[in-house]
């Protein structure tokens, strides 16, 4: 089968091969891949900025449809359409086992990091971690259920937004659009800001229904962005630029006591306004991608439509085009980038 893997050290060893097909074990079910999306990690394990157990097949966001089951399987059948949290190798004895937190296991492995991914054309997961996919989610939307899963985990599970809370989400790409969509679904007022390269984004923010949006760049942008909060400053601020200028943005506009939620990852160490951190009794916090609770629930909203991830979906590129593909992603061209390893 084809599968596009991270071979060796450095940008150049990234490729598509042929490998055999995996086999699946008595506990697991064989998925053949619909949908696989390019996340910002996976630019940062090409980029050697995340740690990948090579050579791996790469790919951690995806949906399927069951094409074997392993024999001790009860619960899922061929054609069932499935997606699957991503840790998929851990200890299962440790305190943090014991709580459901499989990220934070030492023996942690996931899949397209750690163990084969999903940017091939068939993949095996323990049937224990899989999920169906509600029958009113497509597969294409399903695929970003593992990114929508890891705003819920920093938004709901770790951080908290109540209803009528001022949200300011920092950086329009595909993780702000859907931090966005998650705030507004706890009943957050949203505002979205980014600069001038984003004025795209920042429409569709809009049409997301964002309450505001600003480019940081104007002149009056601080003033105004202080307006939108009463000039008491925003209860929640989400980082989801990956740069440091944007996160001390979001510790400048917070209000005192106010919660800033780091996204994704910088890739790089960061200055941070930590005096100002202190001074103001900022919470800072953030996930370490998701949880099973996270999965359950980001499911949930999306099989009763409170969130829709489908505008988000901007490219559909057959995995043979791969390189397009991640110039896409890394360029930041749309949202969500979709490989398709099966056409
Ligand atoms: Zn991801
Ligand atoms: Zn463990």
């Known amino acids: 089968m084809k599968a596009l893997m991270k071979k060796e050290k450095g940008v150049d060893g990234v490729a598509l091969e042929r490998v055999e097909p995996p086999v699946v074990k008595t506990n697991e079910i064989k998925v053949k891949i619909h949908a696989a999306g390019i996340c910002g990690t996976d630019i940062h394990i090409i980029h050697d900025q995340y740690p990948s157990n090579f050579p791996v097949i790469m790919g951690h966001?995806?949906?399927?449809?069951?094409?074997?089951?392993?024999?001790?399987?009860?619960?899922f059948k061929v054609g069932d359409r499935?997606?699957?949290?991503?840790?998929?190798?851990?200890?299962?004895?440790?305190?943090?086992?014991?709580?459901?937190?499989?990220?934070?296991?030492?023996?942690?492995?996931?899949?397209?990091?750690?163990?084969?991914?999903?940017?091939?054309?068939?993949?095996?997961?323990?049937?224990?971690?899989?999920y169906n996919i509600p029958s009113s989610v497509t597969l294409d939307e399903a695929a970003l259920t593992e990114p929508l899963a890891c705003v819920v985990r920093c938004m709901m599970e770790r951080g908290r937004v109540d209803a009528g809370d001022f949200v300011l989400v920092s950086g329009p790409g595909t993780m702000g659009m859907l931090s966005l969509l998650v705030a507004k679904a706890n009943g957050g007022n949203v505002v979205v800001i980014g600069t001038s390269q984003d004025s795209e984004r920042l429409n569709l923010a809009l049409e997301l229904g964002a309450t505001a949006v600003v480019n940081v760049e104007e002149e009056d942008a601080e003033q105004r962005l202080m307006e939108l909060t009463n000039k008491k400053g925003f209860d929640i601020a989400v980082e989801c630029a990956g740069v440091s200028v944007s996160a001390n943005n979001c510790i400048k506009l917070l209000r005192k006591q106010g919660m800033l939620i780091q996204m994704g990852l910088f890739g790089k160490k960061i200055e941070l306004d930590s005096d100002l951190l202190l001074?103001?009794?900022?919470?800072?916090?953030?996930?370490?991608?998701?949880?099973?609770?996270?999965?359950?629930?980001?499911?949930r909203l999306l099989e009763h439509k409170h969130v829709d991830v489908s505008s988000l979906i901007s490219n559909k590129i057959p995995i043979e085009k791969w390189q397009t593909a991640i110039r896409l992603a890394e360029q930041k061209i749309g949202y969500k980038t979709l490989l398709l390893p099966n056409i």
């Not at 966001?61 to 619960?75: A, L, R």
């Not at 001074?279 to 999965?295: Q, R």
Request: aromatic share 8%; proline share 2%.
């Open 82 to 130: 499935v997606v699957s949290a991503t840790a998929v190798v851990t200890c299962g004895g440790c305190s943090y086992c014991n709580q459901g937190l499989l990220m934070l296991c030492d023996q942690r492995k996931s899949i397209g990091s750690g163990v084969h991914g999903a940017f091939a054309e068939y993949m095996v997961v323990p049937a224990n971690l899989a």
């Open 61 to 75: 966001e995806y949906s399927g449809t069951v094409v074997e089951v392993g024999e001790e399987v009860d619960n």
């Open 279 to 299: 001074m103001k009794e900022i919470d800072y916090t953030n996930g370490y991608a998701s949880e099973p609770t996270s999965w359950e629930r980001a499911l």
